[in-house]
């Protein structure tokens, strides 16, 4: 998948790529507990019932929807989409796809959604600055900007969404499910498109 756009990154080994996502979910629980020691934070509260799960999961199943159309529409998001997804994607195998879902999903959404939103501020600033942060996390390289900047979008919808609601668990389920699906249709598909090629 080189380009001119994109140099050919060395691919990881499967166990490089586990690692490298459980230290960074490791990485981003620390910076998350610390934030709240230092800054005097709560957590924002978890509940957890029926229809809070239903909500986390319609949320993630519309994100995952929407990313399909923005991915057919936009050919610079497709492009970067599919450099990330390969890059991170490629060396797993299907059952790995469930850590994808789980690590960065909790992870991130502990830091940038419970902890940094809330010291920012509960307000279209703090959505926005939080959103921004969250977005730049997604960003390998400068060719990745279309997708940094969709990972921005989705940020603070999510932020969005915690702010409206008040809790942090809605936000985990959509981003854990929108995660799965999206890595599970990658790696199904992959075999179908180089056949077809």
């Known amino acids: 998948m080189s380009n001119s756009h994109n ?16 230290v960074t979910a490791i990485i981003l629980f620390g910076v998350a507990r610390l934030w709240l020691y230092l800054g005097d934070l709560q957590l ?14 319609a949320l993630g199943l519309g994100l995952t929807g929407l990313s399909a159309i923005v991915y057919a529409a936009w050919a610079a998001y497709r492009e ?11 060396p797993l195998a299907l059952p790995d796809t469930i850590w994808l879902g789980l690590l960065p999903g909790l992870s991130e959404e502990l830091l940038f959604r419970g902890v940094m939103l809330p010291a920012i501020g509960l307000d279209p600033i703090g959505i926005v600055l939080s959103s921004l942060c969250f977005g730049v996390l997604h960003m ?5 900007w279309p997708y940094a900047v969709w990972a921005t979008l989705v ?6 969404t915690m702010v ?9 389920v959509a981003h854990m499910t929108t995660n799965f ?10 075999p179908k498109l180089k056949s077809r090629s």
Do not use: C, H
């Open 80 to 90: 970067s989409a599919e450099l990330y997804l390969a890059m991170v994607l490629k």
């Open 140 to 144: 390998t390289n400068v060719q990745q």
């Open 7 to 22: 140099p050919e990154i060395e691919p990881l080994s499967r166990m490089q790529i586990l690692i490298a996502m459980a």
């Open 164 to 172: 409206e609601t008040g809790n942090l668990f809605i936000p985990i």
């Open 155 to 160: 940020g603070m919808l999510l932020a969005y």
């Open 181 to 190: 699906i999206s890595a599970v249709t990658w790696k199904i598909q992959q």
């Open 44 to 57: 924002r509260p978890l509940s957890v019932t029926v229809s809070d799960v239903g909500f986390g999961l």
